[in-house]
């Protein structure tokens, strides 16, 4: 009798922590590609390394230019709806910046949608720009829609 409320408790605890361990997992996926449109816009993918802790690649244009981005990005699940996902964070990016070679650092802020049914993320981001190197200048109304496919490797 002793043996087999062991065994209950132990499959019960096992049962648990495996739905425990499915619950925290904070994307519901590891790669997304596509594309921005607004003040800058252009090709982004993202991808996850870690549990909510991803990194976009951007290649945005915009009137001061072509822009290449490396940006960490920290995703949040705020409400009970996992499709829905906050993230903010930021890095470098290079460029052109008044038709000179630039370098800049940018934030990033947004809030993006997992689709359930299709393999598509949409997201509403904001991304300041400062540029620090060659010409001094920040762009404040980085405001964009971007539409990705997500997939795994």
Same mark, same amino acid.
């Given at each position: 009798?002793?043996?087999?409320?062991?065994?209950?408790?132990?499959?019960?605890?096992?049962?648990?922590?495996?739905?425990?361990?499915?619950?925290? &997992?904070?994307?519901?996926?590891?790669?997304?590609?596509?594309?921005?449109?607004?003040?800058?816009?252009?090709?982004?993918?993202?991808?996850?390394?870690?549990?909510?802790?991803?990194?976009?690649?951007?290649?945005?244009?915009?009137?001061?230019?072509?822009?290449?981005?490396?940006?960490?990005?920290?995703?949040?699940?705020?409400?009970?709806?996992?499709?829905?996902?906050?993230?903010?964070?930021?890095?470098?990016?290079?460029?052109?910046?008044?038709?000179?070679?630039?370098?800049?650092?940018?934030?990033?802020?947004?809030?993006?949608?997992?689709?359930?049914?299709?393999?598509?993320?949409?997201?509403?981001?904001?991304?300041?720009?400062?540029?620090?190197?060659?010409?001094?200048?920040?762009?404040?109304?980085?405001?964009?829609?971007?539409? &990705?496919?997500?997939?795994?490797?």
């Amino acid at each position: 009798m002793q043996l087999s409320r062991n065994i209950s408790l132990t499959g019960t605890c096992l049962c648990l922590l495996l739905l425990l361990t499915t619950a925290l &997992r904070g994307q519901e996926y590891d790669h997304s590609a596509g594309i921005r449109a607004g003040f800058s816009s252009g090709l982004v993918y993202k991808g996850f390394f870690k549990k909510n802790q991803a990194v976009a690649l951007e290649a945005l244009y915009n009137r001061n230019g072509l822009n290449f981005s490396i940006l960490y990005q920290h995703q949040v699940i705020p409400f009970r709806n996992k499709r829905f996902q906050i993230y903010f964070g930021g890095g470098p990016f290079s460029g052109q910046w008044a038709e000179q070679f630039s370098l800049g650092i940018a934030a990033t802020s947004g809030i993006e949608y997992i689709m359930r049914d299709l393999p598509l993320v949409f997201s509403f981001d904001w991304k300041p720009l400062f540029n620090v190197i060659k010409v001094t200048g920040f762009e404040i109304i980085d405001f964009g829609l971007s539409l &990705r496919y997500r997939f795994e490797l």
